[in-house]
């Protein structure tokens, strides 16, 4: 069994920042992509960014150069610095984590959520 914890969201002025967390603990064996995704009301989930095991990110048009993902191996975790935010960026955001269980099985976790708010 794998958890992920997210932690960082809130409310926040337009062009101020937030740094999401997101914490895999569990029968991990190897982590092959952490990423972070956001959902808006009345939107379908997107992809916001992810970063594969060997360190290839990618990120949505719309975040880049503002977002920046990255990832503490040795804690399995996955960070998300958000800059310059904007109104457009109020949703929940989720972590996900693609990865081989200590059993030698692929699995595919999604975190909680985390709600993120930006005024104008």
């Known amino acids: 069994q794998v958890q992920l914890v997210e932690s960082g969201g809130g409310l926040v002025q337009a062009g101020g920042s937030l740094k999401l967390s997101c914490a895999a603990s569990?029968?991990?064996?190897?982590?092959?992509?952490m990423g972070w995704y956001r959902e808006a009301p009345g939107k379908q989930r997107e992809l916001v960014a992810e970063?594969?095991?060997?360190?290839?990110?990618s990120y949505a048009s719309s975040v880049r150069g503002r977002f920046t993902i990255s990832r503490d191996n040795t804690k399995n975790t996955v960070y998300l610095q958000m800059n310059s935010l904007k109104p457009e960026d109020t949703a929940v955001y989720y972590c996900?984590?693609?990865?081989?269980?200590?059993?030698?099985?692929?699995?595919?976790?999604w975190g909680q959520g985390t709600q993120v708010t930006v005024s104008s």
């Open positions: 996900n984590v693609d990865l081989w269980t200590v059993r030698a099985t692929r699995y595919n976790y």
């Open positions: 970063l594969t095991s060997g360190g290839s990110t």
């Open positions: 569990g029968s991990i064996a190897t982590i092959i992509t």
